[in-house]
């Protein structure tokens, strides 16, 4: 799919001017990237759910090229949340559903712990939800999450991550997707983003303000407050990433009916390994939910 058939427009929220990718009418569907990734990985998706009667919209998150980057510095993930919600809005609704991947994900679960009143339900893929993850890893997680660790350093992980013509980013994209040969043109967006040094520091300032985030008031409604919307959380067998076994027993972080979907041989970038069933899952909870609310 070229990215000639969509055309990118412009949306102002949060003080920012975000680029979007859009398909479709009908009820608002939120499409949230993740790392290392662009909006352009959602483009199967958007045109599934604009297929199946849906307004499917894909930002590039905040700091990720073309969008705004945020001049105070400011890449927490409660403020990712409020990103989601003032698009929402500014694309003219009230509520709509929200489907994240990755740190798409992270802000979906924040989003819909904040403001509830703004979202219809999520689907999150590849990330469980944040309060199991972070209060009940396994040794094998934290083992395969070290490179957050690695994040936190200054200046050695935008070096590294460019050094020998991505060589790093490549081996990490493998690593977490085995069963994935992807393509220098799957690669180029992701490139072409984070060639810029500006563009790669916003995107690792994500993992950096971690910290600052969970230590906020707002953040730590994450560890103290159930999930009030329904939610679909889908892991890939094969992630390299985010362990399978990490996405059980976590129903007691949901509250409005929880489902737990399994891709087998998939890996992280389950979107862009099997989209046809991947936007199965999502369309199956979406056409449920819209006939419940």
Not at 257 to 263: E, F, P, V
């Amino acid at each position: 799919m070229s990215t000639s058939e969509f055309l990118p427009r412009w949306v102002r929220a949060n003080g920012l001017d975000f680029s979007v990718l859009e398909a479709g009418e009908g009820p608002l569907v939120l499409c949230l990237h993740g790392f290392p990734d662009t909006a352009w990985s959602m483009r199967p998706l958007l045109s599934a759910l604009a297929a199946s009667g849906y307004r499917a919209v894909a930002p590039f998150m905040r700091g990720y090229a073309p969008s705004g980057m945020a001049s105070d510095g400011d890449y927490r993930a409660t403020t990712l949340g409020r990103d989601a919600i003032e698009l929402i809005k500014a694309l003219g609704e009230e509520r709509a559903f929200i489907v994240g991947h990755d740190w798409g994900a992270v802000t979906a679960y924040f989003a819909a712990t904040l403001y509830p009143q703004h979202v219809r339900g999520i689907v999150t893929a590849a990330i469980p939800h944040l309060r199991h993850f972070l209060l009940k890893p396994t040794l094998k997680q934290i083992v395969r999450s070290r490179y957050i660790g690695f994040f936190q350093l200054p200046v050695i992980p935008e070096r590294r991550v460019v050094a020998d013509d991505f060589l790093w980013l490549r081996q990490l994209i493998r690593n977490w997707s085995p069963r994935w040969n992807f393509t220098e043109d799957d690669f180029a967006p992701l490139k072409a983003g984070f060639s810029d040094p500006v563009r790669l520091k916003a995107a690792l300032a994500y993992y950096r303000a971690l910290p600052a985030t969970l230590a906020s008031r707002e953040g730590r409604a994450i560890f103290t407050q159930k999930l009030s919307v329904p939610a679909r959380v889908i892991r890939g067998t094969d992630d390299g990433c985010i362990g399978a076994e990490m996405f059980e027993n976590q129903a007691y972080c949901f509250d409005a009916g929880y489902k737990l979907i399994t891709m087998q041989g998939a890996g992280h970038f389950m979107q862009c390994e099997q989209p046809e069933q991947f936007a199965e899952h999502v369309l199956d909870f979406l056409n449920r939910e819209s006939k419940n609310s």
